[in-house]
Nanobody, 120 residues
Framework: QVQLVESGGGLVQAGGSLRLSCAAS????????MGWYRQVPGKQRELVAR???????NYADSLKGRFIISRDNAKNTVYLEMNSLKPEDTAVYYC??????????????WGQGTQVTVSS
């Protein structure tokens, strides 16, 4: 009922920056929160950042202030500003959202993921 479309991934040199976007569409009454996870081979998918309907944010400790999450509620879009990128940031980045439908039922959705590769 809801689709999440990610964009902005790609190849970047160490020390550079990228801005990821994720736009939600479909049966949406309200998006309760949106966030970003990442996953590399051999590791579990881990939370990068999350932002709630009220604007409260949560970040992984390992990011050390390099990443910033923001949200445009009017566009049902979440952004992730990634700065001072390191090779260890290389991963598939997934957008997620917790959605209240028009019927007032709730469900959680994942995007298909976008590859971010940071070269030395």
């Amino acid at each position: 009922q809801v689709q999440l479309v990610e964009s902005g991934g790609g190849l970047v040199q160490a020390g550079g920056s990228l801005r990821l976007s994720c736009a939600a569409s479909g049966n949406i009454f309200r998006i309760n929160y949106m966030g970003w996870y990442r996953q590399v081979p051999g590791k579990q998918r881990e939370l990068v950042a999350r932002i709630t309907d009220g604007g409260s944010t949560n970040y992984a400790d390992s990011l050390k202030g390099r990443f910033i999450i923001s949200r445009d509620n009017a566009k049902n879009t979440v952004y992730l500003e990634m700065n001072s990128l390191k090779p260890e940031d290389t991963a598939v980045y997934y957008c997620d959202a917790d959605v209240t439908h028009i019927s007032r039922s709730q469900a959680h959705y994942w995007g298909q993921g976008t590859q971010v590769t940071v070269s030395s």
